[in-house]
């Protein structure tokens, strides 16, 4: 398994490959860092887990050493015979060549049926993803995973990607993808990780993230909705953005939520998310069934 820059150069020169900078291949080859994942993952053989991107198997060996069983997802072929070459003999882990996402923003559902029947089948307690994330796909399966359930997410992801997921209501830096990933879970950046340390080096710094999920709330769907028109117009006073995102009088709403006018739709926390969406389903529409008021959007 100990795969330096200058191996892994020699290795992908041997067969002609060239990293993809669609694909976010980018390979952490820091292995004191590599052992931080797995450690912040807190791994026993009573865990399954699901690593998106396998790479060459640089993280795999150190996850697949302490959990039950390692269900590694890439989407490159080229990347798949590395991987075998060095997790080939390794008992409890396994690769599957697939894209992990369907769509720009739902899993694949081919990936999904297989990776929960193999948790199914092996018995394990806890479903967890640890995972160097490409770039392309991290917020998509983030959200994805969260939405299907699972016990701990500790992956790797753009520094700025993983402010906007980390930030408190209200932060500058806090996006939509914070909003919707802290109504699943609650995520926290464990440590920045420089550029320095992957091959090719990417041209920004990244972080490791962890997310402990959340039940998941009633009405999250239509939680997620109301979030996304909202942030349309995040700098906006919430009376305002009510009134631009949905075509009613604002002040009227927020104040049947009872919530302050002046508000800044980004500093909306969870419970605030909660009232206003309860006011605009009840109160200005049918309950959201699939065709209700908010579905009409």
């Known amino acids: 398994m100990a795969q330096t820059e200058s191996e892994l150069r020699r290795i992908f020169l041997g067969r002609g490959f060239k990293p993809s900078k669609s694909l976010g291949q980018n390979f952490l080859v820091d292995h004191n860092l590599l052992k931080l994942i797995a450690r912040e993952a807190e791994l026993s053989r009573e865990d399954f887990v699901l690593e998106v991107g396998g790479g060459t198997g640089l993280l795999s060996g150190y996850l697949a050493r302490e959990a ?21 003999g390794v008992a409890n882990a396994e690769l599957l060549n697939a894209d992990v996402l369907g769509s720009k923003h739902s899993l694949n559902e081919e990936v999904r049926r297989r990776v929960r029947a193999r948790f199914n089948e092996l018995g394990l307690r806890r479903f967890k993803c640890v995972s160097n994330l490409p770039y392309s796909v991290g917020t998509s399966v983030i959200v994805s995973l969260l939405e299907d359930g699972l016990d701990l997410l500790v992956v790797t992801v753009q520094k700025e990607v993983g402010e906007k997921i980390a930030a408190p209501e209200g ?23 420089s550029r ?11 972080v490791l ?11 999250y769907e239509s939680l997620k909705f109301v979030a996304s028109q909202l942030y349309r117009y995040r700098r906006k006073t919430l ?39 309860r006011t605009l389903e009840d109160g200005y529409g049918r309950s959201t069934d699939g065709t209700g008021y908010l579905a009409a959007f």
């Open 239 to 277: 009376a305002s953005a009510v009134k631009l995102a949905f075509q009613l009088p604002g002040k009227e709403v927020v104040r049947k939520a009872g919530l302050p006018e002046r508000l800044r739709a980004e500093s909306l926390d969870g419970p605030s998310l909660v009232r206003l969406t």
């Open 68 to 88: 039950g069983w390692l269900f590694s997802v890439e989407i490159d072929a080229r990347l798949c015979e590395i991987w075998r070459m060095f997790m080939g």
């Open 196 to 206: 320095t340390v992957f091959y090719p080096r990417p041209r920004v710094d990244s």
């Open 209 to 219: 993230l962890r997310i402990e999920p959340k039940p998941r709330p009633e009405r």
């Open 171 to 193: 932060a500058r830096e806090r996006g939509l993808i914070g909003a919707v990933v802290q109504l699943l879970g609650s995520p926290r950046i464990r440590r920045v990780i």
